[in-house]
């Protein structure tokens, strides 16, 4: 399975995009604010993954510091 992530500048154009991805027999779904904050964060956490044990506080400390630059 291949998944395609596309970011339109209104949503008309998201809507006209998903009926034509459903038109090609595939699956679609626009996502919220939250399930695209949710994505990008599992991302980076991803990108960012040492494999070894943090404490709350460190994170915390961290994610503070990339919501407010």
Known sequence: METLIINTK???NAER????VK???????IL??????????????EAENT???VGKEAILKEL??????
């Open 17 to 20: 995009i998903l009926e034509l």
């Open 51 to 53: 494999g070894k044990d």
């Open 23 to 29: 038109k090609l027999g595939e699956e679609g779904k």
């Open 64 to 69: 503070t510091t990339i919501c407010y630059e």
């Open 32 to 45: 919220s604010k939250e399930e695209q904050e949710d994505f990008l964060l599992g991302k980076i956490m």
């Open 10 to 12: 209104n949503s008309g």
